[in-house]
């Protein structure tokens, strides 16, 4: 699976972004797909989890109530619609796709799309 992240960009605090990521090949709704991000000088954190099937998703804390996955396995395709944005939200985000029923650890994807960077200015 190789995945291509987009939508990423410079906004103020309390706007909104939609981050997509498209996949090739034709076994994407067999994956669950998740978003990460990464600040400078920080590690790489889970932010949000979709199952295969969009049934089950979770989210990190930090982002609870504010972001959320969507997937359309039709358009082989993953969102994080993020809303109230925050400073602290910059990063670089990643998608990725794994084929564990449901998890949260970076170490259990097994794909990765290359990073759109977020910039939120206070």
């Known amino acids: 699976v190789q995945l291509q992240a987009s939508g990423g960009g410079l906004v103020q605090a309390g706007d909104s972004l939609r981050l997509s990521c498209a996949a090739s090949?034709?076994?994407?709704?067999?994956?669950?797909m998740g978003w990460f991000r990464q600040a400078p000088g920080k590690e790489r954190e889970f932010v949000a989890f979709?199952?295969?099937?969009?049934?089950?998703?979770l989210y990190a804390d930090s982002v609870k109530c504010r972001f959320t996955i969507s997937r359309d396995n039709a358009k082989n395709t993953v969102y994080l619609q993020m809303n109230s944005l925050k400073p602290e939200d910059t990063a670089i985000y990643y998608c990725?796709?794994?084929?564990?029923?449901?998890?949260?650890?970076?170490?259990?994807?097994?794909?990765w799309g290359q990073g759109t960077q977020v910039t939120v200015s206070s």
């Open positions: 990725a796709a794994s084929d564990r029923m449901i998890t949260r650890s970076r170490y259990e994807y097994d794909y």
């Open positions: 090949g034709r076994t994407f709704s067999s994956y669950a």
């Open positions: 979709i199952n295969w099937s969009g049934i089950t998703r």
